[in-house]
């Protein structure tokens, strides 16, 4: 990007100073006024060329480098544009693989859990197996009931989709 714009610079300061020198090697007409009529500066400027025809011939030279390099100028801005939007695309991929792994932090923290909260309900399932029966004995009702419906999340990834999934336990 630097390069781009560094190579506008230069053409802008090459058409800056090629307007400059046109304008230097002009000033010295001042046989055609300004209120002259359209016709009388018509003249005048074909007077001019036709008396000093290598002045005609650099003004013309430095006319047509102008518009060459105002036309590569044109062309290093678009180019310019160009690689701004694709910067800001990479930029955006680069924050997106940013909240990727802030996700999968997040992800992996989740199944820690997910699987800590499976164990302690698996424990908790041992206690009311074995206290179940003597609970029944007493109060005529289970100790506890739905763990066949017990569940936990789980995040899984195919690599481009993340899906939260319930494990029953």
Known sequence: MDRIQAEIAALKSQIHALQQERAALTINNDAIGENDS???MVEAYRR????????????????????????????KQAELA???IESKQLTQQQQLEEAKKVAQVHAQRINQLAAE?????RQLKACADELSPM????????????FKTISVPHVRSDGEVWTIVNRIV
């Not at 609970?135 to 739905?146: A, H």
């Open 38 to 40: 359209p016709l009388a």
């Open 135 to 146: 609970y029944w004995q007493v109060y005529y009702k289970p100790f506890i009931t739905g």
């Open 117 to 121: 909260l499976a164990t302690e309900i």
């Open 82 to 84: 160009r690689w701004q």
């Open 48 to 75: 001019q060329a036709r008396e000093n025809p290598q002045l005609s011939a650099e003004l013309r030279g430095i006319d047509d480098a102008v518009a060459a390099l105002e036309l590569q100028l044109q062309q």
